[in-house]
């Protein structure tokens, strides 16, 4: 199961979107704990395994999408 999070950095035209191996709720978690003040930076992990920390004062907003299955084949069946 993986989602899709978005963050937007801050004096900065591009958003950072990743894909990560957890669910929204997880996610959602990490990035609450790091906003509340817990902590300078927040901690995440792609689905490729590649570590990321971005600095919480840089964070303009952040949008977690909801979590999916990986789906299999072309997406298109058809009946005959």
């Known amino acids: ?4 999070v978005k963050i937007g950095i801050s004096d900065s035209a591009r958003e950072l979107t990743v894909r990560i191996d957890e669910s929204a709720d997880a996610v959602h978690k990490s990035v609450e704990s790091a906003l ?4 300078s930076l927040l901690h995440l992990t792609d689905e490729k395994g590649v570590r990321l920390l971005v600095p919480v004062t840089k964070i303009a907003y952040i949008e977690v999408g909801a979590s999916e299955s990986r789906r ?3 997406g298109a069946t058809s009946d005959k």
């Open 72 to 74: 299999v084949g072309f």
């Open 36 to 39: 509340s003040g817990n902590e």
């Open 1 to 4: 199961m993986a989602v899709e």
